[in-house]
T-cell receptor, first 111, second 114 residues
Framework: GENVGLHLPTLSVQEGDNSIINCAYS??????FIWYKQESGKGPQFIID?????DKRQGQRVTVLLNKTVKHLSLQIAATQPGDSAVYFC??????????FGTGTSLTVIP | DSGVTQTPKHLITATGQRVTLRCSPR?????VYWYQQSLDQGLQFLIQ???????AKGNILERFSAQQFPDLHSELNLSSLELGDSALYFC?????????????FGNGTRLTVT
């Protein structure tokens, strides 16, 4: 879960298709998870969050799925648009005093 | 717009110098966090303040210090700057003291040390 050297996984999708971005979290005691979007030159932008008592949560065009058995989180973006191109990363709250952020996935939307 | 304001957006300074980065949290948020993001690393937690008091420390160097003022704005002071301190510095705010509500990030200060 700690940040490591950045060689980001990449995902390219056609405009209008659905995107699925995955995140493996590290600590089974984490009970709160957040997805962020970071565009070039900007700060991370909150997308959606989910608590461990839920398996699924939906927002506007986005859905987060949580599988606690395998410590896996996914972000689904429906009808992906060029403006969705960015780096997406997840955050978890293991016991302690800080969130841990994933290294991220770079999403490119092809018009 | 997250509601978190950071100034300045860019800062270029020389090694050995001292700089101050400023952050205004979202209205109503009592927690302020500082993070460093460099090219070869993700977000590195530096320090958290809650309602004026230091609450948690991460990988913050002794040359760095921070404080949160009564009006809840925060400043991060970086001294004896080294080339390796060049990075993006983000401030984030949260309504809660603990790690059970989202952090809302500003757009950062890009520090370049020459």
């Amino acid at each position: 879960g700690e940040n490591v050297g950045l060689h980001l996984p990449t995902l390219s999708v056609q405009e209008g298709d659905n995107s699925i971005i995955n995140c493996a979290y590290s600590n089974s005691a984490s009970d709160y998870f957040i997805w962020y979007k970071q565009e070039s030159g900007k700060g991370p932008q909150f997308i959606i969050d989910i608590r461990s008592n839920m398996d699924k949560r939906q927002g506007q065009r986005v859905t987060v799925l949580l599988n606690k058995t395998v410590k896996h989180l996914s972000l689904q973006i429906a009808a992906t648009q060029p403006g969705d191109s960015a780096v997406y990363f997840c955050a978890e709250n293991p016991p302690g005093n800080q969130f841990y952020f994933g290294t991220g996935t770079s999403l490119t939307v092809i018009p | 717009d997250s509601g978190v304001t950071q100034t300045p957006k860019h800062l270029i300074t020389a090694t050995g110098q001292r700089v101050t980065l400023r952050c205004s949290p979202r209205s109503g948020d009592l927690s302020v966090y500082w993070y460093q993001q460099s090219l070869d690393q993700g977000l590195q937690f530096l320090i958290q303040y809650y309602n004026g008091e230091e609450r948690a420390k991460g990988n913050i160097l002794e040359r760095f210090s921070a404080q949160q003022f009564p009006d809840l704005h925060s400043e991060l002071n970086l001294s004896s700057l080294e080339l390796g301190d060049s990075a993006l510095y983000f401030c984030a705010s949260s309504v809660a003291q603990g790690l059970d509500s989202p952090l809302h990030f500003g757009n950062g200060t890009r520090l370049t040390v020459t």
